[in-house]
């Protein structure tokens, strides 16, 4: 593994509750694998270094990120970090794990992902802990951070890179989710307190509601084609939204991050 990390130095960050689930983040980790950001950070050199950030109690899901993402990096060297040394387990299937928070274990990865971490800690703590992960990032290296619910039915995120944020998502299971905002209560911490009237990510989720019931007309042809038609709806609002090219399993609302970003 590597790591300039002093043995012995103690972790940045505070043990959180660890709950997980089996398959839990699989609708974040079908994203990275086809996102072409994350694909050039991971094809960038022959054996990406990737950090799972906080994988609880159990390291199911830091295992299940490796696998999605050998398809694009077969070399790929994946490292699970946890805060409460409790945590740690021995290697399994072809991924350590370690005692690390926020400093990454002294690691300079390519990617990491930080998933339900943030949630329990407060607002003003957000970009310290940003702050202390991209520090760490190898040249070219991105941070995905974000939460979902217990499931992984309903999950938001922020991509990172060594400028701070570049972009926020926001992805759902189409047929259980009847309206976009009601992915509110699932956005991360740093946008989550903020989803008022005056705010840009509240904007947001009301334009998607708007276009969403402005696209009924295609709901015979099932959530996802309501769903495409949607964010064609909203670029012609003025949102600059992604639209995904070919079919795609999840619905996914994509902006840059200065569409969201917190005013004042």
Same mark, same amino acid.
């Given at each position: ?25 699989? #609708? ?9 950001? =994350? =694909? ?9 270094? &990737?950090?799972?950030? /906080?994988? /609880? ?15 694009? %990096? ?8 946890? &805060? ?9 299937? #072809? ?31 957000? %970009?310290?802990?940003?702050?202390q992960m991209i520090a760490q990032l190898a040249p070219g290296g991105l941070i995905v951070e974000g939460t979902c619910d217990e499931i992984g039915r309903r999950c938001a995120w922020v991509l990172l890179d060594a400028d701070g944020p570049r972009q926020l998502t926001l992805c759902w299971a189409p047929a259980h989710t009847a309206r976009p905002s009601?992915? %509110?209560? #699932?956005?991360?911490?740093?946008? =989550? ?7 840009? &990510? ?9 276009? +969403? ?11 996802? %084609? ?12 003025? =949102?600059?939204?992604? &639209? ?12 840059? +991050? ?7």
């Amino acid at each position: 593994m590597r790591s300039d990390s002093r043995r012995g130095a103690k972790p940045s960050g505070r043990v959180t509750r660890g709950t997980t689930n089996i398959n839990r983040l699989r #609708r974040v980790d079908r994203w990275m694998a086809h996102e072409p950001a =994350i =694909i050039a950070a991971l094809t960038s050199e022959p054996r990406p270094l &990737i950090v799972d950030l /906080g994988y /609880g109690a159990r390291p199911d899901t830091c295992v299940e990120m490796a696998h999605r993402l050998r398809p694009v %990096a077969p070399d790929l060297e994946m490292v699970g970090l946890e &805060i409460d040394p409790e945590r740690i387990v021995e290697p399994y299937d #072809r991924v350590r794990f370690a005692l690390g928070g926020f400093e990454l274990a002294g690691l300079h990865p390519h990617l990491v992902r930080a998933f339900n971490v943030l949630r329990q800690y407060d607002e003003h703590e957000v %970009a310290p802990a940003w702050a202390q992960m991209i520090a760490q990032l190898a040249p070219g290296g991105l941070i995905v951070e974000g939460t979902c619910d217990e499931i992984g039915r309903r999950c938001a995120w922020v991509l990172l890179d060594a400028d701070g944020p570049r972009q926020l998502t926001l992805c759902w299971a189409p047929a259980h989710t009847a309206r976009p905002s009601e992915l %509110a209560e #699932r956005l991360p911490k740093a946008l =989550i307190h903020h989803n008022v009237p005056g705010e840009r &990510i509240h904007e947001l989720l009301a334009t998607a509601d708007r276009c +969403w019931d402005n696209a009924a007309g295609q709901t015979v042809f099932g959530p996802r %084609a309501r769903w495409r038609q949607t964010l064609r709806l909203m670029r012609d609002a003025g =949102i600059d939204v992604e &639209i995904p090219r070919g079919r795609v399993v999840d619905n996914l609302l994509t902006v840059p +991050w200065e569409t969201v970003a917190v005013r004042g």
